[in-house]
């Protein structure tokens, strides 16, 4: 991702986490927190929108990239290079692990952390907690802690990587290797993954969640579609 990209998309994504914090554990937490069911037809972003997401950068360049929903999956797809952010604010608490069921139909070209090309058919950002941490830029606004999750071809599993910005606060992590047209379910221990990346014995109430798909950086044209069913978050 360019300087100037990073920087966009992470103002974007402060959006929802600047409102004042609030006590966590207040709010009466269901199993299955995100899901993409009901849609019965219109606008999928202003639907998106009445499911507390709020759609930032090029979400909402139709030219760019395109949300549609078939079935119970939300597809994204990157018509070419573009950054689109789907954010919604979160309080949830006392959640160890997150359980995502999802798939890439299309890898943005060369698209690879471990080679330097961080470009992704989808990511999965979780915030934790309202500590500000510094981004590493006086340009940059500062973030709480957050972590994204991805899925990769080759990339290994479980290894956190880091960007230029938020170096103290920010990690992304490929979760599962997939082939194409897969759909994968990925559990992935969050509160020991939040301890282990950032040397903390507590994670704190999770604050944010976002989706993204990012091509910017590809190679090629810088198309790329991918699918997410559920994202569920367990004690």
């Not at 966590?24 to 999928?44: L, Q």
């Not at 920010?170 to 020991?192: E, L, M, P, S, W």
Request: hydrophobic share 40%.
């Amino acid at each position: 991702m360019t300087a100037g990209r990073a920087l966009l998309s992470f103002l974007a994504a402060l959006f929802v986490l600047t409102a004042p914090a609030r006590p966590a554990g207040t709010v009466p937490i269901p199993d299955t927190v995100f899901k993409f069911t009901g849609y019965s037809g219109g606008p999928v972003l202003k639907w998106l929108a009445q499911k507390g997401f709020v759609a930032k950068q090029d979400a909402t360049s139709a030219s760019k990239v395109q949300f549609s929903i078939a079935g119970d999956d939300l597809i994204l797809e990157a018509k070419r290079k573009a950054l689109a952010l789907l954010l919604s604010e979160a309080n949830l608490a006392g959640f160890s692990r997150v359980r995502i069921t999802w798939g890439v139909d299309e890898f943005p070209q060369g698209a690879s952390y471990e080679k330097g090309v961080r470009s992704d058919a989808a990511m999965i950002y979780i915030f934790f907690g309202d500590e500000k941490l510094s981004s590493g830029s006086m340009l940059v606004p500062d973030s709480p802690y957050f972590i994204g999750l991805f899925l990769c071809q080759t990339d290994p599993v479980g290894r956190a990587y880091q960007g230029r910005y938020f170096k103290a606060g920010g990690r992304y992590v490929c979760v599962d290797q997939t082939k194409t047209g897969q759909t994968v379910t990925t559990n992935f221990a969050i509160d020991d993954a939040f301890k282990r990346f950032f040397g903390l014995s507590r994670t704190p109430y999770i604050s944010g969640l976002g989706i993204a798909i990012d091509t910017d950086s590809a190679k090629g044209k810088g198309t790329a579609k991918s699918f997410i069913r559920e994202i569920e978050f367990l004690r």
